[in-house]
Structure formats: C-alpha cells, structure tokens
C-alpha cells in the first residue's frame, strides 16, 4: 500500500483541488496491483509547489537554473525488499498545470495526476533519457492512468 503525504505551498492549489490527500491516496490504491506495494508500506512525499520554487530546487539539485513541471527524488536507486519503504519525493509546479488557464477543474486534475505519475514512476528507477526507455515509460504511464481513470468522472 502507498501512503502519499501531500505538502501545499501555494494556495493556487487549493483552489484547483479540494482534498489533495485524499485524492492522490485514492489515485495510489487505483495503481495495477503491479504498483501497489501490496504487503508492505510505501511513503511518498508529494509537495505541492509553483514555478519560482520549483526552479530554486532544480538549480540547487539539478544544475539547471530554469522552471519545470515535475522534479522526482528518488529515496534510493533500488526497490529494496522491505515491509516498509520511502520511495522519495515528487514536486510539482502549479504554473505548469495550470496552462491554459481557462481548464475546468477535471481537466486540471487529470493534467496534474499525469503528470504525478510521470513522476511516481521516475522514483522506480523509470527514465526517458533514451528513446527505448522514453517509449517504455510512456507505456506504463498510460498503463497507470488507465487503471486510474475512472476516479476522475
């Protein structure tokens, strides 16, 4: 079971999102059972953030000075065979979600818990550095969000 703890700093968020906790956790349990972690415990950090913050990370973290849409963390470059992981953090930017700014609220949510996988599946190990990899990543992202979908109507 994963367990995501949801950090907000930016109220844009909040007006976009009612129950963010509620809603990523939900999103987790909806994962094939292949990304489930059933029988163990599985923590995520996911914090909730806008472009300026968001650049001062990557810069800090990832030498690179500009905004984007997702950083991922990983807590360790392996799954360990653990009851109980940390798997890293996921930081995502409102600026980025939001565009265009006239999207409904479901569209809005769907864009974001996209991109939330995107970055769920960066903290397993998943890359898009090379093409292989980029079409076996989009493969699974659209894997998951199909289990996921239904939550959205």
């Known amino acids: 079971m994963i367990k995501v703890n949801v950090l907000c700093e930016d109220y844009s968020w909040t007006k976009r999102i009612k129950k963010k906790q509620d809603l990523f956790n939900q999103v987790c349990n909806k994962f094939p059972k292949k990304y489930r972690f059933i029988n163990k ?8 953030s806008n472009n300026n913050k968001i650049k001062v990370l990557n810069k800090k973290f990832r030498n690179k000075n500009k905004h984007t849409d997702i950083l991922s963390f990983p807590f360790s470059s392996k799954i360990e065979n653990l009851k109980e992981i940390y798997l890293g953090d996921i930081i995502i930017s409102f600026n980025y979600m939001n ?33 292989k990899e980029f079409k076996k990543m989009i493969h699974e992202e659209q894997k998951i969000f199909k289990s996921i979908e239904k939550i959205l109507n």
């Open 99 to 131: 565009k265009p700014k006239n999207l409904i609220n479901k569209e809005f949510k769907k864009k974001t818990i996209k991109i939330f996988i995107h970055g769920f599946l960066h903290l397993l190990g998943y890359d898009h550095l090379k093409h």
């Open 41 to 48: 415990k599985a923590y995520l950090t996911l914090l909730l």
